[in-house]
């Protein structure tokens, strides 16, 4: 594998001197991109881009192309897993994904099977070693999972919820069921997370979207407890390099404390968290990833600067910081706005590292 040129992103997570803020914007291969968009048209459709390698391949590089990012994300859905445990996955136009097997019974979760990903997923790690060779050494590779409470919401509701009616009813009435189905999760992201970090990607996140929903315990019981497995069933080495391990909770903010304990590197903040006091809070234990909302893409430049310069000055001097949106970046911003973003980061850090 051919060596770094740019290893900011690294170096920032494990809380190592740099020279300028990384940064990377999540969902950076998207919508937003005329050439996404083109090459998912020649897809056919958003599974059938995932499952080519070539073409996961070229958008997850699109980003890179136009923006002088730290790092690459391979280019996936968060979803992959339930899928090859069998329950369909398919997109419907303006509704998301859907399932068409639904998970609601303890005779459901016991007919899982745990994913094998080198048989189940191989095109996600074909994908992975494609892009890792395409890039070169440019900037490192971030590979990805949902969490095992994000993944069971949508395999329990049967798609996306407001309300989460169906599986917040069997944590409540049933939590050996979901419990049974969280550590299915678990060892099968487990699984999935170390064939990407084999296959190349050089850091990980954990993306657990639907945590924030849950109340304090119920969070702690049911979402931190088995990212903390996960993140302890990782490779955390690998070509002569830390693997460092990413959690974002979306809403997570006020568990920051204990998602720090977990032994991951870095924790990402959405928008509604002050970077500086969450430093304060975390102290040196983990590095902080985030966390501009992503709707101040819409705005000016100047808009774009200023909201940045708020963050890094909230962030303080040091190391440990990698800039990010708050949560993924949305459809219709325009591309312009994204390079001022990425820009402003890069200009605007350095006094912070002298």
């Known amino acids: 594998m ?25 969902r950076q291969a998207g919508r ?27 958008v997850t590089i699109q980003p890179l192309e136009r923006y002088p990012l730290d790092a690459a994300i391979l280019f996936s859905d968060i979803l992959t897993v339930p899928d090859a445990m069998g329950l369909g996955l398919y997109f419907e136009t303006g509704e998301g994904p859907r399932f068409r097997k639904i998970v609601r019974t303890a005779q459901d979760v016991d007919a899982l ?39 069971a919401t949508y395999m329990v509701e049967g798609g996306s919820s407001k309300d989460f009616r169906f599986v917040k009813a069997m944590l ?7 419990h049974a189905l969280l550590e299915k999760l678990s060892l099968s992201v487990i699984d999935y997370l170390n064939e990407q970090i084999r296959a190349g990607a050089q850091a990980v996140q954990i993306f657990d979207t639907w945590g924030g929903n849950l109340s304090h315990n119920a969070y702690l019981e049911f979402s931190l407890a088995y990212m903390k497995k ?6 955390r080495e690998h070509e002569g390099r830390k693997v460092p391990v990413i959690l974002f909770t979306k809403g997570g903010g ?6 720090a304990d977990t032994g991951c590197d870095a924790l990402g903040l959405d928008w509604t968290m002050d970077i500086g006091q969450a430093r304060s809070l975390v102290g040196n234990r983990v590095a902080l990833q985030g966390n501009m909302d992503p709707c101040v893409l819409y705005s000016s430049n100047e808009s774009i600067r200023a909201e940045v310069e708020t963050i890094l000055s909230s962030f303080g001097s040091g190391c440990g910081h990698v800039f990010n949106l708050g949560h993924g970046i949305h459809q219709f911003v325009d591309p312009a706005r994204a ?8 200009e605007l850090s350095a006094k912070y590292h002298q």
Not at 172 to 178: A, G, R, T
Not at 230 to 235: A, P, Q
């Open 2 to 26: 051919s060596e770094l040129k740019n290893d900011r992103f690294l170096r920032a997570l494990l809380r190592q001197p740099v020279d300028v803020t990384p940064v990377w914007m999540m």
């Open 32 to 58: 937003y991109l005329p050439e996404y968009r083109e090459t998912r048209q020649r897809a056919g459709d958003f599974m059938a881009l995932c499952k080519n390698p070539e073409l996961a391949c070229e």
């Open 113 to 151: 099977p745990i994913v094998n990903t080198k048989q189940d997923l191989s095109y996600v790690l074909d994908a992975v070693s494609t892009i890792r060779r395409e890039l070169n050494g440019r900037v490192p590779l971030i590979g990805f999972s949902g969490s095992p409470w994000t993944l």
């Open 172 to 178: 409540y009435d049933q939590p050996q069921v979901m």
């Open 230 to 235: 996960i993140v302890n069933g990782l490779i």
């Open 254 to 259: 006020l568990w920051l404390d204990s998602m």
């Open 339 to 346: 390079g001022a973003f990425v820009d402003a980061v890069h």
